[in-house]
């Protein structure tokens, strides 16, 4: 998908622009873009049996995918849906085997590399998907929860009271349980299905095809806005480098002035320097109070909100005034009192100091402006997946 427009916005320090240009997308541009769908769950629930079910296939037809009653997959295994265009089932193996236990599953399977994850669970809503669903909620991703094998359920309760057996209050049963246990963890009511691998037409697994059928553009929307920051972080670093080679250019002349015996002027002077530079690095990145003011007014947010991810001190005289007491100010004085001493070895120690710590400190700052820049518009990207849901 063309991301030379959102690049090269990021590039000019104009964020703005580059959530316009995300903005401006249709759903038909994401049509080429592929979503990686992953099936996890615990051991044996039916992840296998589902995706096969998915691809019109039952267990031992020709490039089906193993199913059985022994948990000996290690290794996820990509498959084409056959009717969602540029979709790819992963079946994972379960979690909470001996190869994959509950504590090391999500980083062992390195689960950030899917777009979407359907937990498939053939009993009650277990701590096991708990885990999962943070996990998932952490890395900014949705979900849906499957309930599978609901023909045993209904076969078990049908023997045991068959009197008062009625299939749509079981179902209805279990799609609150699964409801319950899904709202619990803080996620808000992502889909729920009641579904039987073995009878695709019957209880929720129609809903299911249809519902991933219908959210296919927005899921993969959803998917492209998460693989923004990872296009925009090596660009921030590329801009980095411009004013990197401006700085020493920059130590040298405070470190000039500081060669100059007039008690004050190295500190005033390396003061305005710094101040003005600090200024211009939040502008050069798009990161200053009138272009926030704008990006947030584009996302429909508060200046508040994006700047609370800034870490950064701003670029306030006092802010200014305090950095500099902290670092090249302490620096600047030391030189300043050698200076008074002995005047021609002074001034090429405080020259030498200055030169250093300033280069040090504006370099220092440039970096925190920079990744602040990739947490801002993190942050702006994050209220537009939000926006779309
Ligand atoms: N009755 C019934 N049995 C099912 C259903 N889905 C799967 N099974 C059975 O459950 C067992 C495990 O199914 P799999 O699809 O292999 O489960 P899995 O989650 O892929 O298992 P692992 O890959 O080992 O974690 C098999 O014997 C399936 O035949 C279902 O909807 N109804
Ligand atoms: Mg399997």
Not at 86 to 98: A, F, K, N, Q, S
Request: net charge positive; charged share 20%.
């Amino acid at each position: 998908m063309a991301l030379d427009g959102f690049r090269a916005a990021v590039y000019q320090g104009n964020l703005t622009d580059a959530i316009s240009n995300v903005q401006q997308r249709t759903p038909e541009s994401f049509n080429s873009h592929t979503l990686h769908i992953a099936i996890t769950g615990e051991s044996g629930s039916g992840k296998s049996s589902l995706i096969n079910t998915m691809r019109g296939l039952c267990a031992g037809d020709e490039g089906a995918a193993e199913t059985g009653m022994l948990d000996t997959m290690t290794m996820p295994v990509a498959y084409q849906d056959p009717v969602l265009p540029g979709v790819t089932l992963w079946d994972l193996p379960g979690v909470g085997t001996p190869y994959f236990p509950l504590n090391t599953y999500c980083e062992a399977l390195n689960l950030s590399q899917y777009d979407f994850f359907i937990i498939v669970g053939s009993q009650r809503f277990r701590s096991d998907h708990a885990r999962l669903v943070r996990e998932i909620q952490r890395m900014g991703k949705r979900f849906y929860f499957v309930r599978s094998k609901a023909d045993m359920d209904l076969d078990a309760s049908r023997r045991q009271r068959p009197s008062s057996y009625n299939e749509e209050r079981i179902l209805k049963q279990i799609r609150e349980d699964c409801r319950r246990g899904v709202a619990a963890e803080g996620v808000g009511h992502p889909p729920v299905f009641v579904v039987s691998s073995w009878e695709p037409n019957r209880y929720d697994f129609p809903l299911l095809r249809q519902t991933l059928q219908m959210e296919l553009p927005r899921l993969k929307r959803h998917a492209f806005l998460l693989s923004l920051p990872a296009v925009a972080s090596p660009i921030i670093n590329q801009k980095k480098a411009a004013p990197k080679g401006e700085i020493w250019k920059i130590a040298l002349f405070s470190c000039l002035l500081a060669a100059i015996p007039v008690p004050g002027l190295a500190f005033l002077g390396t003061f305005f320097i710094f101040r003005k530079h600090l200024s211009r690095y939040y502008i050069i990145f798009g990161v200053d109070d009138r272009s926030l003011s704008a990006l947030a007014r584009q996302i429909g947010k508060s200046v508040l909100e994006l700047t609370a991810v800034m870490k950064s001190l701003g670029i306030t005289a006092m802010m200014a005034l305090k950095l500099l007491l902290d670092s090249v100010g302490t620096a600047v004085m030391v030189a300043e009192y050698s200076s008074e001493r002995r005047p021609v070895s002074g001034a090429m120690v405080s020259g030498g100091v200055v030169l250093v710590t300033t280069s040090f400190m504006l370099r220092k700052r440039l970096a925190s402006v920079a990744d602040d820049t990739w947490r801002v518009l993190s942050k702006a990207l994050e209220a537009e997946r939000e926006n779309a849901i």
